[in-house]
Antibody, heavy 121, light 111 residues
Framework: QVEVVESGGGVVQPGRSLRLSCAASGFTFRNYDMDWVRQAPGKGLDWVAVITYDGRNKYYAESVKGRFTISRDNSQNTLYLHLNSLTTEDTAVYHC??????????????WGQGTPVTVSS | QSVLTQPPSVSGAPGQRVTISCTGSSSNLGAASHVHWYQHLPGAAPKLLIFANTNRPSGVPDRFSGSRSGTSASLAISGLRAEDEADYYCQSYDVSLSGSVFGGGTKLTVL
């Protein structure tokens, strides 16, 4: 069955960096666009970034543009999110998500449990 | 402040029917973007409940249904059960922001 498992979260000081990973299995990873979605404590879901199936196109939420970088390794069935210049506002559980649909009708059909990131001095 | 607006909470007794609204604007639901719904149970990963306004993924009971009109959409849950108690989110695409957007979430309490 489809499974995505995140790792790499932890406690980090403001201004520092972190790399999250997502191991995918149970589907042909190279055929799917993939996203990261986060949820801050006590808040709702917040879309972060998407990368197309071939890695050629990447799009980001305004709140992370220029600081976060999404990437993938289709040979390793792995998705990444590089988080730079972290602030306390980035504290959240980060979910790896498989994309469904296409274009403006995209949705998220498989979610990981998430990896927590805490930005604190 | 979320781009899509949902009521913070709804409640209903077992067996009843409840609806959760999702209101957008001309740059998302009004731009003909589809709306999708997710269920987030405590301690679990969010789960796709409805996609493309009205479609249920395999395994989702037909107690859950979606509708959409103009810049608004609704999720209806009939025959409420205790296990439906969760947070529900709507999601769409915003052409002005060039990205996916979520509602703020609605907490469903089964009385």
């Amino acid at each position: 069955q489809v499974e995505v498992v995140e790792s790499g979260g932890g406690v980090v000081q403001p201004g520092r960096s972190l790399r999250l990973s997502c191991a995918a299995s149970g589907f042909t990873f190279r055929n799917y666009d993939m996203d990261w979605v986060r949820q801050a404590p006590g808040k709702g879901l917040d879309w972060v970034a998407v990368i197309t199936y071939d890695g050629r196109n990447k799009y980001y939420a305004e709140s992370v543009k220029g600081r976060f970088t999404i990437s993938r390794d289709n040979s390793q069935n792995t998705l990444y999110l590089h988080l730079n210049s972290l602030t306390t506002e980035d504290t959240a559980v980060y979910h790896c998500v498989r994309g469904g649909g296409s274009g403006t009708d995209r949705f998220f059909d498989s979610w990981g449990q998430g990896t927590p990131v805490t930005v604190s001095s | 402040q979320s781009v899509l607006t949902q009521p913070p909470s709804v409640s209903g007794a077992p067996g009843q029917r409840v609806t959760i609204s999702c209101t957008g604007s001309s740059s998302n639901l009004g731009a003909a973007s589809h709306v999708h719904w997710y269920q987030h149970l405590p301690g679990a990963a969010p789960k796709l409940l409805i996609f493309a306004n009205t479609n249920r993924p395999s395994g989702v009971p037909d107690r859950f249904s979606g509708s959409r009109s103009g810049t608004s959409a609704s999720l209806a849950i009939s025959g409420l059960r205790a296990e439906d108690e969760a947070d529900y989110y709507c999601q769409s695409y915003d052409v002005s922001l060039s990205g996916s957007v979520f509602g703020g979430g609605t907490k469903l309490t089964v009385l």
